[in-house]
């Protein structure tokens, strides 16, 4: 070996080149991807105190770093295990370049012991020379990054490493939602089956070892039995450390309100795999039925079902923007030309708000979005309006869609028709063919005057020719009933929830809890699956303390909501400070950050059922409230504000279904405060947490 004092030699393609000191780490750098040889030499003093010098390095034979924009080192563990100890942290102080002193001798601390057991693992496991390392990975959401990941046959351990092995209670709950988030959002993982846990790893002392459902309290010396538990190799391999890391395989699943904004920002809706897969048979029905009506100038009614997060709206608004309508477009009797040929319409104001609120926080104009029912009926109604300039009409939430009677009222108008019949109406008075697409949820009914329900939508086309009926087997009863041809389409009902990444048993669990006899064995059953899952059930009779868990599970991610919610029809949560603001924007709560007095993060103004319909939340505060409460085995409302409105028929069932849209709207989890100084809620938080929610 040449030496010199700062100088090194390269070799490349049989030549030599003498390098600088800079130039000579460049070189070590550029190694991993071109193959070169690095033939450092031996300074006469180090060149800094905490960060290794590429020219201290004894090369044997280089190991090759598989590393990309997504993680500082990636490589078979064997090849790990052989590194130099250097080599290493080399790498993960060029890929961390705001590595700090601290954090460099963190890394020469905790590295070499994971070598050591990585080695250890290499040799003893079945197929552990094929086993994955993966250092300073990039978490899903962007802001954090896990220290060290493990690919083994089967599952996927997130490893944390700490030297004196204590751990604060909200960084557990950080880390254990690193291997949800990985398990919700890599490609490679949930929707493949695979196992992903998090191992907290002591190196410095001796803890005692716990095992919780996403998170293991382990020493360094026992990580090879941590990795035992969940190897699997007669029947799985490990996933290739190359497809782990490649950049695409993350691909967090956004909330409506962020497609929404995603779409203002760059014209498009995004792609996201596991919802395309989920919805992309019911675009293609409903296009294709779209298509067919232009081409027999005909007219068609589609139902769209789906449980509670599902992506109906998602469908929905991806539709209302396919560009290839502007070519099915026809000439009206006016001589101008349908200009936007779909459009998407909703009842649920909050909904409509909340959209326009980020159309014009993103300076967008142009094409319309969202418009309200409630304004489209009223334009398109009078005798002498005009007619729609769309060929589409997108109904969302159809199966809250007004009476007849909700309708008069509302637009004091003794002839009003229900808003199906409006529909249907408006409709054929479209030049050529046109298509109206209903977007039903289930059990969803919360305002008096939607309780007609899908029955409504047969009404509305009984008696009118050339119409065509499609949808889900489970909606023809409806219309056979009165002797209506229906075509059933399974892939018209959307049975899986995208909104509770792969918790989908969460509607189930809701719907079971608010039943007239919910079953406390079948309720902890549906809880485990969703715990197995990710999902999150929690109770707790302190409202402060629900705050100060949120605040503090979500304070590095300002992405992210979370708000109370609570039932419009309670009296008793006045004396907590949560009272119903009745001037709340559902805009800005939704959408504006943490020092926005009106964002929902500071966990001021409650949301009742009515601004949260057809939204979501990462996580959800619910206060229960004492109108809808367990007296003996059943459920009772006999303490909620009454009705006015003196054509409700059943307030019971609108309690319940106020309730399961409370429940389904957190993403993430859902955390339930009963506060303990209401007595009339103590045998309801009892049944809570039997029903499977963990007490915080």
Not at 140 to 148: F, I, L, W, Y
Request: charged share 25%.
């Amino acid at each position: 070996m040449r030496r010199s004092s700062g100088m090194g030699i390269i070799r490349w393609c049989g030549r030599e080149a003498l390098l600088t000191r800079p130039a000579c780490h460049a070189a070590y750098r550029l190694h991993f991807r071109c193959k070169t040889q690095v033939i450092p030499c031996l300074p006469q003093k180090p060149w800094s105190l905490d960060r290794p010098d590429p020219a201290s390095l004894a090369f044997g034979e280089l190991v090759e770093n598989l590393a990309n924009t997504t993680c500082g080192w990636a490589s078979d563990l064997p090849s790990f295990s052989s590194a130099s100890l250097d080599e290493v942290v080399n790498a993960l102080t060029d890929f961390v370049r705001e590595s700090t002193p601290e954090q460099i001798r963190a890394w020469r601390k905790s590295i070499k012991p994971l070598q050591q057991q990585s080695d250890q693992i290499a040799r003893s496991q079945p197929t552990g020379a094929q086993y994955g390392a993966i250092l300073e990975y990039i978490m899903p959401e962007g802001m954090h990054r896990a220290d060290a990941i493990l690919l083994i046959s089967g599952a996927v351990l997130v490893i944390e490493l700490k030297g004196d092995g204590v751990w604060q209670p909200e960084y557990l709950e950080q880390v254990a939602d690193y291997a949800r988030r990985l398990f919700w959002f890599h490609t490679l993982c949930g929707a493949e089956n695979v196992k992903v846990h998090t191992v907290l790893v002591s190196y410095g002392r001796e803890i005692e070892e716990e095992q919780h459902e996403w998170h293991t309290r382990a020493n360094i010396s026992n990580l090879l039995n941590v990795v035992r538990r969940f190897d699997r190799p007669d029947e799985a391999k490990p996933i290739p450390v190359a497809e782990f890391i490649q950049p695409l395989t993350n691909q967090p699943s956004l909330s409506l309100v962020q497609a929404a904004r995603r779409y203002f920002a760059e014209h498009a809706l995004p792609h996201i795999k596991r919802i395309d897969a989920i919805t992309s048979g019911a675009i293609e029905e409903c296009m294709s039925a779209i298509r067919s009506a232009h081409a027999t100038q005909s007219r068609r009614l589609i139902l769209l079902s789906g449980v509670p997060g599902a992506g109906k709206t998602f469908v929905g608004l991806k539709i209302a923007h396919e560009p290839t309508l502007e070519n099915l477009a026809e000439t009206q009797p006016n001589g101008e030309k349908v200009t936007v040929p779909a459009v998407f319409l909703s009842g649920n104001g909050p909904l409509v708000e909340v959209l326009q609120y980020e159309l014009k926080r993103a300076g967008g104009g142009g094409r319309v979005f969202v418009r309200g029912v409630k304004d489209f009926v009223r334009r398109y109604s009078s005798k002498r309006a005009s007619t729609p300039p769309h060929h589409v009409l997108i109904f969302d939430e159809a199966q809250r869609a007004w009476d007849s009677a909700k309708v008069r009222a509302s637009h004091d108008d003794a002839q009003a028709m229900s808003e199906p019949e409006a529909f249907i109406q408006f409709a054929e008075r479209i030049t050529g063919w046109s298509v109206v697409i209903a977007l039903i949820g289930d059990g969803q009914e919360i305002h008096t005057g939607e309780e007609g329900g899908i029955g409504q939508w047969a009404d509305a086309v009984a008696h009118r020719p050339g119409w065509s009926v499609m949808g889900p087997p489970r909606l023809a009863r409806f219309f056979s009933e009165k002797g209506l041809a229906f075509k059933t389409c399974d892939s018209l009902h959307l049975a899986t929830s995208v909104r509770f990444n792969f918790a989908a048993g969460l509607s189930d669990w809701a719907a079971e809890l608010v039943s007239d006899n919910p079953s406390s064995a079948r309720l902890q059953a549906l809880a485990m699956d969703l715990r197995a899952n990710g999902y999150q059930l929690r109770i707790t009779r302190s409202l402060q303390a629900a705050k100060e868990f949120l605040w503090g599970k979500y304070r590095h991610l300002p992405e992210a909501r979370f708000g109370i919610l609570m039932s419009s029809r309670d009296r008793d949560l006045a004396k907590y400070g949560l009272v119903q603001n009745r001037f709340l924007r559902p805009g800005p709560w939704y959408g504006d950050p943490e020092d926005s007095p009106s964002s929902c993060r500071r966990l001021q103004d409650p949301a009742t059922e009515f601004a949260a319909q057809g939204l979501e939340l990462d996580h959800v505060l619910l206060a229960w409230g004492s109108d809808f409460v367990l007296e003996g085995q059943k459920w009772s409302n006999a303490n909620a504000k009454r009705y006015k409105d003196r054509t409700v028929k059943d307030p019971m069932q609108l309690r319940r279904n106020a309730y399961r849209v409370l429940l389904t709207r957190g993403r993430e989890g859902v955390l339930l405060c009963l506060p303990d100084g209401i007595p009339a809620l103590n045998q309801t938080y009892e049944f809570l947490a039997a029903a499977g929610c963990e007490k915080v």
